[in-house]
């Protein structure tokens, strides 16, 4: 039973588990839109639960764009959600129509339920820092990288990490993707730090998560084919993997895998299900003819077999 609206197509996703329920929370644009080419700079942020994974009901969006003249009035993009210390937090990615929504940034808001969001008084509170990351420059990308963060806490209680879709400051113009770092002690004022990642042929590297999988630390992302650069021999996109010595790396990108067979499955998440087994969701990017589709898939057993790395079930020997 996937997630496939009628009148919106749904496409990256990122969930919560709040012990009973599991929220989905996935970009949505209106299909009266025609062309899925449009939908970016018309995406909200929808919302739903399942107590399988597979069965969905449909919530009220969780966040749109915001009033004209803001940082985000043009669209809300992906993100993730964590439970801090008395709320949840979403942290998600914004553009504004000012900027013709080149720049990216990362701004925060907090629920009591998971359901009514409210964007926080300090937003944003993390943008592109020179030192380490490329700032817009449409000679060498199509935008300013800074989005898809993906938070954790701290593995030693020393506060908490964010982790961006980001771009290196220098190196080949198509392989400058890498995973971004911030650092927080409050949830709210975040400080840049070096990426966890070397450019290695990605032009950059969507959705990041990192997760302790079977006692590994494995990093999934994701890149479209006419993104990979031309360094990389595979030129087919879809989700990938990547081993690390813990959460915050070292991550070896040329040690990397597609994890998952189906090259048309885009935006994976991992989540355990309620027998402690991991499994991976994403949103079904096309179709055999090569249009797009919009719909989330059932979850996907994954597994991690030392060796191989983080594999789909069923496909290891």
Partial sequence: MTLRLPDHWVWDIWLADDGEQYHLFFLRASRALHDPGRRHHRASIGHAVSRDLRAWE????????????????????????VRGPQKWMMYYTGVSRGEKGLIQRIGLATSDDLVTWHRHPANPVAEADARWYEKLDLTSWFDEAWRDPWVFADPGGDGWHMLVTARAATGPADGRGVIGHLRSHDMVSWEARPPLTEPSGFGHLEVPQVEIVDGRAV???????????????????????????????????????????????????????????????????????????????????????????????????
Avoid: K
């Fill in 219 to 317: 990093l999934v992302f994701s890149c479209m084919p006419g993104e990979l650069g031309a360094e990389r021999t595979e030129r087919a996109g879809g989700v990938w993997t990547a081993p690390g010595a813990s959460l915050l790396g070292p991550y070896d990108i040329r040690d990397q895998a597609r994890l998952v067979q189906d090259r048309s499955l885009y935006s994976g998440r991992l989540i355990r299900d309620r027998d402690e087994r991991w499994q991976l969701l994403g949103f079904v990017n096309h179709g055999d003819d090569g249009s797009f589709v919009g719909e989330v898939c059932d979850p996907i057993p994954v597994t991690y077999i030392p060796g191989r790395g983080l594999v789909e079930e069923g496909t290891h020997g």
């Fill in 58 to 81: 449909l919530l009220p969006d969780a966040l749109v764009a915001a009033d004209h003249d803001d940082w985000d009035d043009l669209a809300t993009w992906t993100g993730s959600v």
